[in-house]
């Protein structure tokens, strides 16, 4: 089956750099995919990676590794409006699953402070 | 413009009530997902759907049910069979040509009174 892992919480500074995990067990990795939600909002799509390395988007970074089942968003400069929850999803092509299947992590709140 | 809208945006449901949640994008996509997020909680997957008239349960497919009779539309129903149904609802598709991300719709909050 899937499994997603990461932080329940974390809280940072204001122009401080923060790095959220995220580690993963699926048995037909297709991508790994982070997303940002403001509390009672859809999620929005941030990042997605597929190959071992950093993807660097402003001020957002994501890394993964596929081996070690593992991926990080780095968020430099924090801003206040960075507060939210941070969403790590893995898409998974299994055998006899019907095709695609994204499934989420809990997701990890952020509370950036002045 | 091409998005995905989900509707309506709130809605309450009397207890023993069957009700259905709409979904409809017009990006072309084949697949369609429909979650469920309970309060400071992640996404838990309820159906998905990968072309027309085919669909597959999720990890929480129970007292649910899912149609998939247009591309552009894969509505949700919310059964009395499903005992605690206050939440929020979201709907997302993908292009699996591109394989790229998830689009999601506004979201549905159900309340059950």
């Known amino acids: 089956g899937q499994n997603i892992d990461q932080p329940t919480e974390m809280t940072a500074t204001e122009g401080a750099i923060v790095q959220i995990n995220c580690t993963y067990q699926t048995s037909g990795f297709n991508g790994l995919f982070w997303y940002q939600q403001h509390a009672g909002e859809a999620p929005t799509f941030l990042s997605y990676n597929v190959l071992d390395g950093l993807e660097e988007k402003g001020r957002f970074s994501s890394f993964l590794s596929r081996s070690k089942g593992y991926s990080y968003l780095l968020l430099k400069e924090l801003q206040m409006k960075d507060s939210a929850s941070y969403l790590c999803?893995?898409?998974?092509?299994?055998?006899?699953?019907?095709?695609?299947?994204?499934?989420f992590g809990a997701g990890t709140r952020l509370f950036v402070k002045a | 413009d091409g998005g995905i809208t989900q509707s309506p945006k709130y809605l309450f449901r009397k207890e023993g009530q069957n009700v259905t949640l709409s979904c409809e994008q017009n990006?072309?996509?084949?697949?369609m997902y429909w979650y469920r997020q309970d309060p400071g909680q992640g996404l838990r997957l309820i159906y998905y759907s990968q072309i027309v008239n085919d669909f597959q349960k999720g990890d929480i497919a129970e007292g649910y049910s899912v149609s998939r009779e247009k591309k552009e539309s894969f509505p949700l129903t919310v059964t009395s069979a499903q005992k605690n149904p206050t939440a929020f609802y979201l709907c997302?598709?993908?292009?699996?040509?591109?394989?790229?991300?998830?689009?999601f719709g506004q979201g549905t909050r159900l309340t059950v009174v």
């Open positions: 999803a893995v898409r998974d092509l299994g055998v006899g699953t019907g095709g695609f299947k994204t499934i």
């Open positions: 990006l072309n996509h084949d697949a």
């Open positions: 997302a598709s993908f292009s699996r040509q591109t394989n790229t991300e998830a689009f």
